[in-house]
């Protein structure tokens, strides 16, 4: 039966000790990281990066259970003609596929947005399906400030997810839901919990009235933090007990798994409030990670654009992968990131 083939590929997403490298930055935003590294974004340049980290044997065999692709990526060939899709199959891990199309300005509610691409997701999510994706990514964006968020936003952004959702199920493809509450701005991490409750009360709310299969789907919400400009940063552990307590009271236990965004905090950082909460709580879900920005800052910097630096690159995304399949585990320690690169 379709949803059972859908509870098998969420609870594999979910496995034990591995997580989920998000590579599907778009056009505009891997221009932007390759330009931070001084690499210019060509087809090949961002094929050479991706294959590299596909490639990278010890991360994605032991640590990496699903990569999170751009269209562009989905149907790229590596170096010697095997699909970058197929790299990723013969690692263990699944391939899956971004299929939102933006966060774009919404009407009547200015400085928040609305993230589009349902039209014609039906068939698109049919032909990622023939490509070999068996999960999807959309993102809904929250922005935090004067007077925002409003609840038109929240709402008509969780009634988007739930039918990117409902669509994603019919079409035998695991969704992940992604409501982002950013981290920008100076607000205190109060606001940032009593935001993430409202939100996430709305998505799951939405998630019923549209029919979708909590025990087929992952969410990716953002931690419990400071925003960033706050004078007042919240520690590791408050993080962890704030995070715990909202997603307790929001997300039933039939979700198998919640897989977190970085949203911008450091990489160690983003380690170690992962691994705080698996150490420290009895949870009804497998709490891992969906990292883009955390897993890939150190092999980005330590690639730069060069062929010759392939494998300290490879090297810096084990170590990370690591880190983060220990923080799942509950295990990591703050000694093992010495000496790394
Ligand atoms: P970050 O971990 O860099 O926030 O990216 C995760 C992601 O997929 C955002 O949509």
């Not at 950013?182 to 205190?188: A, E, K, P, R, Y």
Request: charged share 25%; net charge neutral; proline share 4%.
């Amino acid at each position: 039966m379709a949803a059972n083939e859908l509870h098998a590929i969420a609870q594999a997403m979910v496995a034990k000790g591995k997580g989920i490298l998000a590579a599907d930055e778009s056009g505009g935003t891997i221009k932007k990281r390759f330009d931070a590294i001084s690499v210019e974004s060509t087809e090949n340049s961002r094929r050479d990066y991706r294959e590299l980290l596909f490639r990278t044997d010890e991360a994605m065999k032991n640590y990496v259970s699903g990569v999170i692709l751009y269209d562009e990526t989905l149907r790229q060939k590596g170096a010697d003609g095997t699909p970058l899709a197929r790299i990723i199959q013969n690692s263990g891990a699944i391939p899956g596929i971004k299929v939102d199309a933006g966060a774009k300005r919404l009407a009547g509610c200015p400085g928040e947005t609305i993230t589009e691409g349902l039209d014609g997701l039906r068939e698109r999510l049919a032909e990622y399906h023939g490509l070999g994706a068996r999960f999807a990514k959309w993102r809904a964006v929250i922005d935090i400030g004067a007077g925002i968020p409003s609840y038109g936003c929240l709402h008509q952004n969780a009634q988007a997810l739930a039918r990117y959702a409902a669509l994603c199920q019919e079409q035998k493809i695991v969704p992940i839901v992604e409501p982002e509450v950013l981290m920008d701005g100076d607000h205190d991490i109060a606001r940032c919990e009593s935001v993430t409750e409202f939100v996430l009360k709305e998505v799951f709310q939405e998630l019923y009235y549209a029919k979708v299969e909590l025990e087929g789907m992952v969410l990716k919400p953002n931690m419990i933090v400071s925003g960033k400009k706050c004078a007042q940063q919240a520690g590791v552990a408050e993080v962890a007990e704030r995070t715990v307590k909202i997603l307790k009271r929001c997300v039933p236990p039939a979700v198998p798994g919640i897989a977190f965004l970085s949203g911008g905090q450091s990489d160690v950082e983003a380690t170690a409030h992962l691994n705080a909460m698996n150490a420290g709580y009895t949870l009804p879900w497998t709490l891992t990670f969906s990292y883009g920005r955390a897993l890939q800052a150190a092999p980005q910097k330590a690639w730069a654009g060069k062929a010759g630096n392939v494998p300290a690159a490879q090297k810096a995304f084990a170590h990370r992968a690591h880190m983060n399949g220990l923080a799942v585990l509950g295990q990591w320690k703050a000694e093992l990131e010495k000496g790394a690169a």
